[in-house]
């Protein structure tokens, strides 16, 4: 594959703002004259859409940690085959709302441990290979606040995406917990940030991380 785009991820548990700041992000280096696509997991295709609605609404008991980590591994080999690499081939710069650290942090920390960490990693192999994101922006925040402020926006939907906010307190803590273990174990790749903060600092921030990540002028 020859992959001349960069790939930046966005990772966090509920209510971070992930998809304002991804918004923000497409539009500062669109008039830098990059050409960018934002895109997001689950949900990236069409099929993913369809997987999307099976995942995010109904009762959170409806299927297992297991289950859940095959149904968004499949998404992602939908996204990664179809709409991910075919666009990196062309030079393009990819902005993804979440990938593979959310299915460790959810399926495996959240649910405290339930799905093998190796079976996670022989997924990962199978679906993506050695390919990883060229930096991931991990948008860090007290579930207490996050969670407030997701269901708040869950109020406005049409389509009730409430399946994982809906789990308790503790399952958010470990997410959170294990989304900071996985950037401590890679820094190289991440960066966290405090996402407790107006929507222009934070994007500001960004702004600064990923200029000087990827030389910017
Ligand atoms: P979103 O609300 O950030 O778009 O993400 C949809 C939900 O799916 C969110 O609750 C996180 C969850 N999710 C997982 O549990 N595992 C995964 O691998 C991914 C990509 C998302």
């Given at each position: ?8 991820t ?18 500062y280096?669109?008039?830098?004259g990059?050409?960018?696509i934002t ?21 959170k008991d409806?299927m ?9 591994y ?13 666009a990196m ?6 902005l ?19 799905v ?9 192999k ?14 860090d ?11 708040d926006k869950?109020?406005?939907m ?5 399946r ?7 399952f958010?803590?470990n997410?959170r917990?294990g989304?900071l273990e ?8 991440f960066?966290?940030l ?13 702004v600064k ?9």
């Open positions: 594959m020859g992959l001349k785009g960069n790939f930046i966005f990772e966090g548990g509920e209510g971070t703002g992930k998809s304002t700041q991804i918004k923000l992000l497409a539009e280096l669109e008039q830098k990059l050409p960018i895109t997001k997991e689950p949900g990236g295709t069409e099929i993913g859409q369809e997987l999307r609605r099976i995942l995010v609404t109904g009762d409806k297992d940690a297991v289950a859940e980590a095959l149904l968004y499949a998404d992602r080999r939908i996204h990664m085959t179809k709409k991910v690499w075919p081939e062309e030079g393009k710069w990819v993804s709302d979440r990938f593979a650290d959310s299915t460790v942090a959810y399926q495996y920390y959240g649910y405290n441990k339930r093998p960490f190796q079976t996670l990693e022989n997924l990962y199978l679906t993506v290979g050695d390919f990883k994101p060229n930096l991931t922006i991990l948008l925040i007290d579930p207490k606040i996050g969670l407030a402020r997701s269901l869950a109020g406005h049409a389509v009730k995406e409430t994982h906010e809906s789990r308790d307190f503790t958010h803590e997410l917990n989304y996985m950037a401590q174990r890679e820094p190289e790749r960066v966290v405090n996402a407790d903060k107006s929507i222009e600092d934070l994007h500001q921030e960004i991380i990923v200029s000087e990540r990827f030389n910017l002028k």
